[in-house]
């Protein structure tokens, strides 16, 4: 089975969120903005994963634009951790920039997709 760069990254990510959530919890004692971090942070992958088994072109892009709103969701947690001061400058740097990655892959795979699809349907 081919490899996917998307499923690759989102879950590295994700194994990622949820060794920054552990260290919230346990050194911070942070709980609340943490869990809703864990929460969209692991769905991005989740996401994704399923949308390898879509019924459908648009069922994949579907799944993928659900990825590309949770890693949006991600990415205000981390912010909002980062100015209470719950993550330092080079914690937060780190893991938000892995989070605007997924994010470019996931907006050029969405209009890859999407461009192939209308290009079917000029093509019919």
């Given amino acids: 089975m081919k490899q996917s760069i998307l499923k690759d990254k989102s879950k590295l990510f994700a194994l990622r969120v949820i060794r920054l959530y552990k260290y919230?919890?346990?050194?911070?004692?942070?709980y609340v903005l943490s869990k809703q971090l864990l929460r969209s942070g692991t769905s991005i992958g989740a996401n994704i994963?399923?949308?390898?088994?879509?019924?459908?072109?648009?069922?994949?892009?579907?799944?993928?634009?659900?990825?590309?709103?949770?890693?949006?969701?991600?990415?205000?947690?981390?912010?909002?951790?980062?100015?209470?001061?719950?993550?330092?400058?080079?914690?937060f740097d780190s893991v938000?920039?892995?989070?605007?990655?997924?994010?470019?892959?996931l907006t050029s795979s969405i209009k890859t997709i999407k461009g192939k699809m209308q290009q079917s349907k000029l093509n019919h």
């Avoid at 399923?50 to 947690?77: C, H, M, N, P, R």
């Avoid at 938000?96 to 892959?105: F, G, N, R, T």
């Fill in 49 to 91: 994963a399923e949308a390898f088994y879509g019924q459908s072109e648009a069922d994949f892009v579907a799944k993928l634009s659900i990825s590309q709103k949770e890693t949006s969701e991600t990415i205000y947690w981390l912010e909002l951790l980062h100015e209470s001061e719950y993550l330092k400058d080079n914690e």
């Fill in 96 to 105: 938000y920039s892995d989070a605007e990655e997924l994010i470019k892959l």
């Fill in 24 to 30: 919230l919890c346990e050194e911070k004692k942070e």
